[in-house]
């Protein structure tokens, strides 16, 4: 919209090329290289972080290589490093995060877009958006005051009882692991999943409801096999997105996690994420490779999300191209 | 609206630039060990010298030594004394060596949450070992029970609490299981950071003392001022003379006293499982870490008239708050090294 | 109507209910954190909360004056940094650009938006602490900055194109310059958007902790210029929430509450602006 400049002359002679000097002195080119500049930096800015990111874990991606994302000790004292028991704490606490928010947030999102009444779903969402907005060591604050004891006491016993043969539930009861950290990320990103599900499938046109409802559909079968499917993209990219930032959440996951290195197929267990590790190491790491092994585990999470975060932007394209064409891509 | 909010960040921005006063601020980071009197000592010392300010953030042992060797704090604070590597790379680093400090004698204790136990619990080298391996995992196991008689333990999981941070508490531990326990210094050895086998991890003494308190069944090892402070029960432990002693300013005076004849000039010593009968064997010095050379006088003055002071008044601080005083001697050696800091 | 149909109207039913259930649940957790805030902290919020430095450990009666004077100052410069960088940056976008050159500026704005808060610490500690030997006020700030810098961005470039054609052309057809154009006509029309984007990329980092833990650091008593130390809210609850005290405890309380009050009033602040002005997209 705005590729075309359009300078039109003030007062004087109208010219066929204003000169440099002249636009210069009428603000707008310097206005232009100003804001050129600040655009630049962005990029300046963003292309610096992963530089440095890269360079400065350059000793241990020389030392380990590879198998710096295989080795599952981690040894400052023998000089060891492994990212493997922090990338397994990191997806498993996203995975249980996701288990439970999709559902929760498709479903409330289901109930935002499609039940209720706008005067009633837009502060509803106003509200949800508030949830959002909640600072990550609040999170882990109530997390560890609430959520800790709550699981430590009653939740998991009780799934210790009923579904203990299964290696997810064996192992003692802390209260702080893997399940709790995941329960807390969960809390945490329903309001994104709900947020974006619900604009998507507001956006699903009319008559697909209508079409669906004619042919003799209840009101759920129209959501779900009809609606939901057409939104389905959108969706898939929202939950992108609050995979994205569950992976990349330190504070809540530290206070509830146990903070130690350990791979277990227990949820009971505690654990660590990468966030968690560099937040509790980074201003402790003797040395150059412990501090640099801490660096790349940094790179190793903002390629994580970055990679996730485009292919949210990607679904989230593809469906508000897909808005008004018709049946599934 | 905008002209309120235009007022307000006036406000600020002069607000921050006027509390640039002729103020020394001297930035100290390192052990929790010491965190309560530290705290207490720079308060104090602020108080007689008000234009001197020690901001001393508890980060850990392991933080102290990196932040003073990389030079973004004034001094570091540690209860594990750097190696000869580390030492050797500070040297390189600065082209001057780094000095230690001790300020006080503290200790290690068991301390734990057992729903239903009060009592001092008695506590074997091997069961500490044992436990904190994973080998004992109920704390009614024999190891532990055949020394508390009388005391009814459960038969529940124990939950064991280490550190997650570098840390000069984890140090002391450390280097006392490895000296008692030849299983536990071929699978784990000692150090600020291990690689623990089994526990949760918290970060700092006092999340530690925090975990514990909210777990129940669970065990770790703390400063002592932060099981007195947080009225949790901690156990006595057999020394290497066989008795079983609690920690407590004469038990922990008494493992130091062996030291000081041999105490090497750059104040560098451990002092776990010391011989004689009254001594609580999981004692130690911490150290402030003081560069040799500061390029800025007033920082460097302010400094050592706080060691001074700290090895004089405040001395007197420390009982107070369960830490022992250091020993005449040492004090004096102190006072003589203080011209070392140029 | 067939037993089918009963069965189909059945689960209808149910699930809809079901997706009601879901959305009570997800606002009851707001309220519940609210509530629970509330109610411990509420109750340890008092004079001396917001007037004392902290006590020494394990003494009582402490406060975190510093503490709320160093997130105002971290906030101020972090707005300073921030702000311009970005509102100029989406004029730009908005205004001038290319479109390769806005796609690049746009992708390089969301990879920075994406990247984890403690990411963003380690690029801060390696730019603005290392070099430089110390923690600082200013190494915070500029950790913050670089958080708010996509959000202001993109936000200012939306509310920027969604200014009618209509209004531009009229300025110009009155003769006014391209610049004279945009600060005159364009950014007061969007100026509402503007300033929504500015105060929601604020809450966003006015509660940020890690970005903190290896830059600013923390400070037991007042931070003095902006080349030390300082401490701040966020930091303060965590390191006091994890200690064994109860007096800790409950000055932690109190702080959340502050925090996240400041933060969901401005938040309430900035969507109240933004829905009595123009109705301009949502980003």
């Known amino acids: 919209m705005s590729t075309t400049s359009t300078n039109l002359p003030s007062a004087g002679p109208v010219t066929a090329s204003r000169s440099f000097v002249s636009r210069l002195r009428e603000g707008d080119e310097i206005a232009r290289l100003l804001t050129f500049l600040c655009a630049a930096s962005v990029v300046l800015i963003t292309v610096l972080l992963v530089f440095e990111l890269w360079r400065q874990s350059a000793l241990p991606r020389h030392k380990f290589g590879f198998s710096f994302f295989l080795t599952r000790v981690w040894d400052p004292i023998a000089e060891q490093f492994g990212a493997l028991p922090f990338i397994y704490g990191t997806l498993v606490t996203a995975a249980v995060a996701l288990l439970l928010a999709v559902p929760l947030g498709i479903g409330a999102a289901i109930f935002l877009a499609e039940l209720a009444p706008l005067r009633l779903s837009d502060p509803l969402q106003f509200l949800i958006d508030l949830l959002a907005a909640v600072p990550s060591v609040i999170y882990g604050f109530l997390g560890f005051f609430i959520v800790v004891p709550l699981m430590r006491e009653w939740i998991e016993p009780a799934l210790k009882k009923s579904l203990g043969f299964l290696p997810l539930f064996q192992g003692p009861a802390y209260g702080i692991g893997f399940l709790t950290a995941g329960i807390v990320l969960a809390i945490m990103v329903i309001p994104y999943i709900i947020s974006v599900s619900r604009e998507v499938l507001l956006s699903v046109p009319r008559d697909q409801r209508e079409a669906a409802l004619a042919l003799g559909s209840t009101r759920w079968e129209s959501t779900w096999k009809v609606v939901v499917p057409f939104a389905r993209t959108g969706i898939m990219g929202s939950i992108f997105l609050a995979l994205a930032r569950a992976l990349g959440e330190t504070m809540a996951v530290t206070m509830v996690i146990g903070n130690t290195p350990t791979i277990s197929a227990s949820l009971f267990s505690s654990g660590y994420s990468i966030a968690a590790v560099i937040a509790n190491e980074f201003t402790e790491a003797t040395g150059d490779l412990y501090l640099q092994s801490l660096i790349e585990l940094g790179l190793v999470l903002f390629l994580l999300t970055f990679i996730l975060n485009g292919l949210a932007r990607l679904m989230m394209l593809l469906t508000t191209r897909r808005g008004t064409g018709m049946g599934n891509a | ?342 | 109507m067939t037993s089918r149909l009963r069965w189909r109207k059945l689960i209808s039913g149910f699930m809809l209910t079901m997706t009601g259930v879901c959305a009570l649940v997800a606002v009851s957790v707001l309220f519940l954190i609210l509530g629970y805030l509330v109610y411990n902290g509420g109750t340890s919020i008092n004079w001396a909360f917001f007037t004392k430095l902290p006590a020494p450990v394990g003494e009582t009666g402490g406060g975190m004056a510093n503490a709320i004077l160093g997130s105002a100052k971290l906030l101020l410069l972090a707005t300073l940094i921030g702000v311009p960088i970005g509102f100029f940056g989406g004029v730009y976008l908005a205004e001038f650009s290319s479109t390769q050159v806005a796609f690049a500026v746009r992708y390089a704005a969301d990879l920075l938006n994406g990247a984890p808060s403690i990411v963003i610490g380690i690029f801060a500690f390696a730019v603005a602490v290392h070099p430089f030997g110390h923690f600082s006020t200013l190494a915070g700030s500029f950790a913050l900055g670089l958080m708010m810098i996509p959000i202001t961005l993109r936000n200012t470039e939306e509310f920027l194109r969604a200014v009618p054609r209509a209004l531009r052309e009229g300025s110009m057809a009155l003769g006014a310059g391209k610049w004279t154009t945009i600060v005159r006509v364009v950014i007061p029309a969007a100026y509402r958007g503007i300033l929504t984007a500015i105060l929601l990329a604020l809450a966003r980092v006015a509660g940020e902790t890690a970005p903190l833990l290896f830059t600013a650091l923390g400070n037991r008593y007042w931070s003095p210029g902006w080349n030390q130390p300082t401490a701040s809210l966020p930091v303060m609850i965590y390191t006091y929430a994890l200690s064994p005290y109860e007096d800790w405890h409950r000055q932690a309380w109190a702080a959340g509450l502050v925090l996240l009050g400041l933060i969901l009033m401005v938040n309430i602040v900035a969507r109240v602006i933004l829905s009595r002005g123009i109705a301009v997209p949502r980003s």
């Open chain 2, 1 to 342: 609206m905008k002209r309120l909010a235009g007022m307000v960040l006036l406000v600020l921005a002069f607000g921050g630039m006027l509390l640039a006063e002729k103020a020394i601020p001297l930035t100290g980071a390192g052990a929790t060990f010491p965190y309560p009197i530290y705290s207490k000592w720079f308060d104090e010392f602020h108080k007689k010298n008000g234009n001197v300010e020690v901001n001393y953030q508890s980060l850990g042992s392991g933080a102290g030594i990196r932040q003073v060797t990389e030079g973004t704090v004034d001094f570091g604070a540690s209860d594990g004394p750097m190696n000869d590597d580390q030492l050797k790379a500070y040297q390189a680093k600065h082209g001057f060596p780094i000095l230690h400090f001790p300020t006080v004698l503290g200790a290690d204790v068991p301390t734990y949450n057992i729903p239903g136990v009060s009592a001092e619990l008695n506590f074997t080298p091997d069961a500490l070992a044992g436990i904190f391996l994973g080998h004992i995992s109920k704390w009614n196991d024999p190891a532990i029970a055949n020394v508390n008689k009388g005391v009814n333990l459960p038969a529940n999981d124990i939950v064991v609490v280490h550190r997650s941070d570098g840390s000069g508490t984890t140090y002391i531990w450390t280097d006392y299981l490895s000296k008692v326990s030849s299983d536990w210094k071929d699978k784990v050895g000692k150090g600020t950071s291990v690689n623990w086998p089994v526990g949760l991890g918290g970060k700092g003494n006092e999340n530690v003392a925090g975990l514990i308190k909210q777990t129940p069944n669970s065990i770790g090892y703390v400063e002592l001022i932060y099981a007195i402070q947080t009225k949790m029960p901690y156990g006595k432990v057999k020394n290497a003379a066989g008795d079983f002693i609690k920690a407590d300013l004469a038990s922990v005076s008494a493992a130091a006293a062996g030291a000081i004849k041999t105490m090497p000039d750059d104040f560098r010593v451990s002092i776990t499982n010391a011989p004689g009968k009254t001594v609580y064997p999981i004692s130690s010095f911490t150290w402030l870490l003081v560069p040799s050379k500061f390029s800025d006088a007033g920082k460097r003055d302010a400094l050592k008239t706080f060691i001074q002071w700290m090895l004089a008044d405040g001395q007197n601080y420390a009982e107070s708050l369960a830490y022992a005083k250091l020993p005449q001697e040492v004090i004096a050696k102190e006072v003589k090294a203080l011209s070392k800091i140029q």
